[in-house]
C-alpha cells in the first residue's frame, strides 16, 4: 500500500507540474466520455419515451384495426371490403356487443375511422398550397381517445373535445401546420369534396406519429369529426376500436374474453394490439437504438485515445532524464512502468469525471435530435446507468492506450542522464508494439462486441477499423509531406510553418484524421441526401415525363373512363398535357437470333439458377399515349426516338444494356424477341438511350401503344404542368372523388422528411465526435507547443516579438483545420460524384443547395483551428526568454 501511495503521490505531481498540458489530455479523453454519456442517455431516454407512450400511442390497452396491414393499400384507393367481400368495418351489431362488453367490464371505448387517402391543401384569397397527403382520423371528439383528453398546443391548454364548435372544423398536427404554414383560423381544402373546413386547433404530433404510424410523422395528421365521413366520401362505419381498461387490469384476460365476440372469418382481416405487445417491441427497438448510437459514438473515445497517447509519448520525452536519474537510484523497469500507469490512472479518473459532467449536459441538447429522430417528447432526466457506462469505458480506454508509452518509459535507459541536453525517446520494439496493439484491439472490441452481443464479431470489428484507419494515416502522412514541400514564394514566417507541420507528421496525421472524420460526416449526410434527392426527382421526371402523377380509381374497370376523368381536368388549365403511360413486364427470349447470357455469380443450385436467370432478362416496357409535344424517352445516344407514326408497330426504344448480369448489348437494328404471358412479340430496335444506371428502372425500354394485347400489368395518368399552375391542378384534381395525384416533388418531400428524421442521430454523433476532434486538435497544438519552448525562445531571443510566433503558429493549424475539412468534404463530394455519375450520368460532386453548407464546414474546421491555436498556445508565447531557455 505504501508503495501503491507513492506511485500515486508522484504521479499527481508531475501531473501538477504540467498542468497546462494535462489539462488538455483530460479533456480529450473528457470529450469522448462525453459523447459516450449523452449519446447513452440519448438511447436510453428513447427506450423510456417508447416504453411510457405505449397507453397512449395505442390510445388504450387494446386496439382493433380493419386499417393496418393487407388493407391499408385497399383504404388508400378508397375501398371499403377486402379480399372475398370480407368487410374491413365494424358493423353495427358489431359495435352494440363491444360497447355491451365495455360496460359489463368498467372499459373506456371509442370507435373511429383512420384513412390514408386525403389530401389537404392551404388555401386563402390569393394562394393555392400545395396539396399534402396526411394520416386522417374521423372522431367523435365525446369518446376519443379512452385514454384521456388530448391538449391542444393552439389554442393554448384547449382539450379536443372542445375544438369541433363548427361541422367544418378541423384539428391538424404540429408538423403538418409546420410544413403548410398553416395557423388556427385558416382554411384549408380536403379531397372528395369543394367545402372549406377551418382549422381549429393544432395538437401535438406525439399524439398519433411514432413506430406505428410513420405517416404522421412524416407528413402530419388531421382530426374530422366522424359526422363528416359522408363529405369526405369516406365509409361512417368505424374500422378501429381503441379499449382502456380500468387500472390494474388483466390486458391478456380481457382479450381473451373479447375474442369471443370477434367472428372467425374477421380473424385474418382484424389487426390485434395490446399494450403489452408494444412494450415488448419498443423495448427492443429501443435496445437496438441505444447500442446502434453507443457504437457510433466509440469513435470520440478513440480519438481521445489517441490524445492520450500523445499526452503521454510527448512528457516521456520532455523527462527522459527524470527517468534515467530513478533508474540509476534504484527503481527497476517495471516501478517506472507503473509511476506512468498511475499517471493514466489519475488522468483516466480525471477525464471520465469530467466528461460524465460534459455528457449530462450535452444529454439535454442531445435529446432534441433523439426528438427530431423518434417524433415524439423526450423527458430529460439524469441516467446513473449511462453515467458509469462513461467513466467505465473512459478508464477502460485511457488505461489501455496508456500501454504504449509506458513501454517507451520502461525502456529509457541510465546512460541517458550523462547527456543532459540530448532529448532521447527510446524505440519501444516490434513485439513490445504488437502487444499493445494487441491489447487495444482485444479490450476494445470486447467493449464493443458487448455493446452489439457478439464479443467476436466486436473484435473483428475493432481490427479491421484499426486496420483502415491505419491506412488512412498512412495517405494523410504522405499528404502532410507533399504540403510540407510547398514553395513558400520568400515568406519566412509560411516557410517556418510549413517545417513545423511537417516536424511531427503522424501526430499532426492522425489530428487531421479526427478533424477530417467529423466534417467528413457531417457533409456526407447532406450531400448524400440532397444528391440522392436531385436524382430520384430527375430520374422520375425523366421516366414518367410529367411532374404530377395521377391514379384513378376507376381505371382499374374502365382505363378509357379514368382517362377521361384525368383529361376533363387537364383541359381545363392551358399548357396542361396529359400522358397515359401503361406498364408491362416482358421476358427476353433472344437478341438478334441468340439467347442472352446472365453472369450470375455465386449460385451453384439449377433450380435458382434458373428463376434467378429469368427474373434477370425480364425488361419493363412503358407504352405511352400522350399530348405532350415536347414528350421524350430520355437522351437517345443513337437512332432515334418514338414517334406518333410508329404506334401499333413492333419498334422499341431502349437502352443499350439491358439490365445487371446481361452481358448480351443491343445496337440499332437489333431484332428482339420479347415474351409476356406466354406470347412472343417482336421489335426491333429504332433508339438506343444512355443507360440510367440508377434506382428507377421503371421506363428502360419504351413501344409505341397497340403493339402488346391485352392489359398491362399497371397504369397511370401523368400530367405535366408548370409551377405557377401545379397547385391549382393538384387542388382541381383532388375535387374528383377516387382520384389521388401526388406531384413529383411529394416524392422529393417524403425523401428528403425521412433523410432529415433518420439523419438526426448521425448528426449529432457527427457534432459529438467533431467536439472531440476540435479538443486533440488544441491538445496536438499545446504539446507542440511544449516541445517547441526552446525553438519559441530562440526566436524571441533573436528579435521576434510573441505575436509573431503566434502567427507563425496559427498559419501552421490554418493550414491543418483547410486540410482537414477540405479532405472531408472531398471525400464525400467523391462519393456523390460516384452516386450522380450512376443516376444521373453527369458528374455532380456538390449538389447546388449543398453548396452552402460546405462552405460552412470548411469555415468550420478553421474556425476550430484557430480557437485550439489560441487556446493552448497563447500563454506559451506570452512567457519569458529567460523562462524558456533555462534548462529543466
Keep these: 500500500m505504501t508503495r501503491l501511495l507513492f506511485y500515486l503521490r508522484y504521479a499527481a505531481r508531475n501531473l501538477r507540474?504540467?498542468?497546462?498540458?494535462?489539462?488538455?489530455?483530460?479533456?480529450?479523453?473528457?470529450?469522448?466520455?462525453?459523447?459516450?454519456?449523452?449519446?447513452?442517455?440519448?438511447?436510453?431516454?428513447?427506450?423510456?419515451?417508447?416504453?411510457?407512450?405505449?397507453?397512449?400511442?395505442?390510445?388504450?390497452?387494446?386496439?382493433?384495426?380493419?386499417?393496418?396491414?393487407?388493407?391499408?393499400?385497399?383504404?388508400?384507393?378508397?375501398?371499403?371490403?377486402?379480399?372475398?367481400?370480407?368487410?374491413v368495418t365494424f358493423s353495427t351489431s358489431e359495435i352494440g356487443a363491444y360497447r355491451a362488453w365495455a360496460s359489463v367490464n368498467n372499459a373506456q371505448i371509442a370507435f373511429y375511422t383512420?384513412?390514408?387517402?386525403?389530401?389537404?391543401?392551404?388555401?386563402?384569397?390569393?394562394?393555392?398550397?400545395?396539396p399534402?397527403?396526411?394520416?386522417?382520423?374521423?372522431?367523435?371528439?365525446?369518446?376519443?381517445?379512452?385514454?384521456?383528453?388530448?391538449?391542444?398546443?393552439?389554442?393554448?391548454?384547449?382539450?379536443?373535445?372542445?375544438?369541433?364548435?363548427?361541422?367544418?372544423?378541423?384539428?391538424?398536427?404540429?408538423?403538418?401546420?409546420?410544413?403548410?404554414?398553416?395557423?388556427?383560423?385558416?382554411?384549408?381544402?380536403?379531397?372528395?369534396?369543394?367545402?372549406?373546413?377551418?382549422?381549429?386547433?393544432?395538437?401535438?404530433?406525439?399524439?398519433?406519429?411514432?413506430?406505428?404510424?410513420?405517416?404522421?410523422?412524416?407528413?402530419?395528421?388531421?382530426?374530422?369529426?366522424?359526422?363528416?365521413?359522408?363529405?369526405?366520401?369516406?365509409?361512417?362505419?368505424?374500422?378501429?376500436?381503441?379499449?382502456?381498461?380500468?387500472?390494474?387490469?388483466?390486458?391478456?384476460?380481457?382479450?381473451?374474453?373479447?375474442?369471443?365476440?370477434?367472428?372467425?372469418?374477421?380473424?385474418?382481416?382484424l389487426n390485434v394490439i395490446t399494450v403489452t405487445d408494444i412494450i415488448e417491441q419498443n423495448k427492443i427497438i429501443g435496445d437496438y437504438i441505444g447500442r446502434f448510437i453507443v457504437i457510433m459514438g466509440l469513435g470520440a473515445l478513440l480519438i481521445g485515445g489517441v490524445g492520450i497517447i500523445n499526452t503521454m509519448l510527448v512528457m516521456v520525452g520532455r523527462r527522459t532524464n527524470e527517468i534515467a536519474a530513478l533508474k540509476t537510484f534504484g527503481l527497476k523497469g517495471r516501478q517506472i512502468g507503473?509511476?506512468?500507469?498511475?499517471?493514466?490512472?489519475?488522468?483516466?479518473?480525471?477525464?471520465?469525471?469530467?466528461?460524465?459532467?460534459?455528457?449530462?449536459?450535452?444529454?439535454?441538447?442531445?435529446?432534441?435530435?433523439?426528438?427530431?429522430?423518434?417524433?415524439?417528447?423526450?423527458?430529460?432526466?439524469?441516467?446513473?446507468?449511462?453515467?458509469?457506462?462513461?467513466?467505465?469505458?473512459?478508464?477502460?480506454?485511457?488505461?489501455?492506450?496508456?500501454?504504449?508509452p509506458i513501454l517507451t518509459a520502461n525502456r529509457v535507459r541510465p546512460a541517458i542522464i550523462l547527456r543532459p541536453n540530448e532529448t532521447h525517446i527510446p524505440g519501444v520494439g516490434v513485439l513490445h508494439s504488437l502487444i499493445a496493439l494487441l491489447l487495444v484491439v482485444v479490450v476494445i472490441g470486447l467493449v464493443a462486441g458487448q455493446i452489439i452481443g457478439f464479443p467476436v464479431v466486436g473484435i473483428i470489428g475493432v481490427a479491421l477499423t484499426l486496420l483502415i484507419l491505419s491506412i488512412l494515416v498512412g495517405i494523410l502522412w504522405v499528404i502532410v509531406w507533399l504540403?510540407?514541400?510547398?514553395?513558400?514564394?520568400?515568406?519566412?514566417?509560411?516557410?517556418?510553418?510549413?517545417?513545423?507541420?511537417?516536424?511531427?507528421?503522424?501526430?499532426?496525421?492522425?489530428?487531421?484524421?479526427?478533424?477530417?472524420?467529423?466534417?467528413?460526416?457531417?457533409?456526407?449526410?447532406?450531400?448524400?441526401?440532397?444528391?440522392?434527392?436531385?436524382?430520384?426527382?430527375?430520374q422520375l421526371t425523366r421516366s414518367f415525363g410529367g411532374n404530377v402523377l395521377v391514379f384513378p380509381v376507376i381505371s382499374m374497370m374502365s382505363p378509357t373512363l379514368g382517362n377521361n376523368i384525368v383529361q376533363n381536368v387537364a383541359d381545363r388549365f392551358e399548357g396542361v398535357y396529359n400522358t397515359r403511360i401503361a406498364q408491362y413486364t416482358a421476358e427476353i427470349l433472344r437478341v438478334d437470333g441468340q439467347e442472352p447470357e446472365v453472369n450470375i455469380p455465386f449460385v451453384d443450385d439449377q433450380g435458382v439458377t434458373r428463376r434467378v436467370d429469368r427474373a434477370f432478362r425480364s425488361l419493363p416496357l412503358q407504352a405511352r399515349i400522350s399530348d405532350n409535344p415536347d414528350l421524350s424517352s430520355g437522351t437517345i445516344i443513337a437512332g432515334r426516338d418514338l414517334t406518333p407514326e410508329d404506334r401499333g408497330q413492333n419498334v422499341i426504344v431502349l437502352s443499350a444494356s439491358l439490365g445487371f448480369g446481361v452481358e448480351t448489348t443491343v445496337h440499332v437494328g437489333s431484332e428482339l424477341v420479347l415474351r409476356m404471358r406466354g406470347v412472343e412479340y417482336p421489335f426491333t430496335v429504332v433508339g438506343i438511350l444512355q443507360d440510367s444506371g440508377g434506382f428507377v428502372q421503371l421506363g428502360q425500354a419504351f413501344i409505341p401503344p397497340e403493339t402488346i394485347s391485352g392489359n398491362p400489368g399497371f397504369q397511370l395518368n401523368v400530367l405535366q404542368a408548370s409551377d405557377d399552375q401545379l397547385n391549382e391542378v393538384l387542388l382541381a384534381l383532388s375535387e374528383v372523388p377516387f382520384v389521388f395525384a401526388i406531384d413529383i416533388t411529394f416524392i422529393d418531400g417524403l425523401l428528403k422528411r425521412l433523410i432529415d428524421q433518420f439523419s438526426a442521430i448521425p448528426t449529432v454523433v457527427g457534432l459529438l465526435s467533431l467536439l472531440a476532434a476540435a479538443v486533440s486538435m488544441a491538445n496536438t497544438v499545446s504539446l507542440a507547443t511544449l516541445e517547441r519552448r526552446r525553438q519559441i525562445g530562440i526566436l524571441k531571443a533573436i528579435g521576434l516579438k510573441g505575436r509573431r510566433v503566434l502567427w507563425v503558429m496559427l498559419l501552421e493549424n490554418t493550414l491543418v483545420g483547410l486540410l482537414g475539412g477540405l479532405i472531408g468534404i472531398g471525400v464525400s463530394a467523391l462519393g456523390v460524384s460516384i452516386l450522380t455519375a450512376l443516376g444521373q450520368g453527369d458528374i455532380i460532386p456538390i449538389p447546388a443547395d449543398a453548396m452552402p453548407v460546405a462552405v460552412a464546414l470548411v469555415v468550420a474546421s478553421v474556425i476550430i483551428a484557430w480557437a485550439a491555436t489560441f487556446l493552448s498556445a497563447r500563454v506559451a508565447v506570452r512567457e519569458r526568454v529567460a523562462n524558456v531557455l533555462r534548462y529543466e
Excluded at 19 to 38: D, H, Y
Excluded at 114 to 130: K, Y
Excluded at 516 to 532: D, E, H, K
Design 483 to 538: 504540403v510540407g514541400k510547398l514553395p513558400s514564394f520568400g515568406y519566412v514566417d509560411f516557410r517556418l510553418a510549413l517545417r513545423n507541420l511537417s516536424s511531427r507528421r503522424l501526430r499532426t496525421a492522425t489530428t487531421l484524421l479526427a478533424l477530417s472524420a467529423g466534417m467528413f460526416a457531417l457533409s456526407s449526410i447532406t450531400f448524400v441526401g440532397v444528391g440522392t434527392r436531385e436524382i430520384l426527382q430527375f
Design 132 to 269: 399534402q397527403l396526411i394520416s386522417t382520423l374521423l372522431i367523435d371528439p365525446q369518446t376519443f381517445p379512452p385514454t384521456g383528453e388530448i391538449i391542444a398546443l393552439e389554442p393554448a391548454g384547449a382539450a379536443l373535445r372542445d375544438l369541433f364548435s363548427t361541422p367544418n372544423s378541423v384539428v391538424i398536427s404540429e408538423n403538418m401546420a409546420s410544413q403548410q404554414n398553416l395557423q388556427v383560423g385558416d382554411t384549408v381544402r380536403v379531397s372528395n369534396t369543394t367545402e372549406p373546413f377551418i382549422v381549429s386547433g393544432i395538437v401535438p404530433t406525439e399524439t398519433e406519429a411514432g413506430t406505428r404510424d410513420f405517416f404522421a410523422a412524416f407528413f402530419g395528421f388531421a382530426y374530422f369529426h366522424i359526422d363528416r365521413a359522408e363529405t369526405l366520401q369516406i365509409d361512417a362505419d368505424p374500422n378501429v376500436l381503441s379499449i382502456a381498461l380500468p387500472d390494474g387490469s388483466d390486458v391478456n384476460a380481457a382479450l381473451h374474453r373479447l375474442n369471443n365476440l370477434i367472428p372467425q372469418s374477421q380473424n385474418w382481416l
Design 17 to 87: 507540474r504540467s498542468a497546462r498540458w494535462t489539462m488538455f489530455a483530460v479533456f480529450c479523453i473528457g470529450a469522448g466520455v462525453a459523447t459516450v454519456v449523452a449519446l447513452r442517455s440519448l438511447g436510453l431516454a428513447i427506450g423510456d419515451s417508447l416504453v411510457d407512450n405505449a397507453r397512449v400511442s395505442n390510445h388504450g390497452d387494446i386496439t382493433l384495426s380493419y386499417a393496418d396491414g393487407a388493407n391499408s393499400a385497399f383504404s388508400f384507393l378508397g375501398g371499403e371490403r377486402g379480399d372475398a367481400n370480407q368487410e
Design 338 to 404: 507503473s509511476l506512468f500507469l498511475a499517471e493514466a490512472f489519475l488522468l483516466g479518473i480525471m477525464g471520465s469525471v469530467t466528461g460524465a459532467v460534459m455528457g449530462v449536459l450535452l444529454s439535454i441538447a442531445v435529446n432534441r435530435y433523439g426528438e427530431a429522430f423518434l417524433q415524439q417528447k423526450l423527458i430529460w432526466r439524469i441516467y446513473p446507468e449511462a453515467i458509469v457506462y462513461g467513466l467505465g469505458l473512459g478508464m477502460v480506454v485511457t488505461l489501455v492506450f496508456g500501454i504504449l
Design 114 to 130: 383512420r384513412a390514408f387517402s386525403l389530401q389537404v391543401t392551404a388555401v386563402d384569397a390569393v394562394d393555392v398550397g400545395r
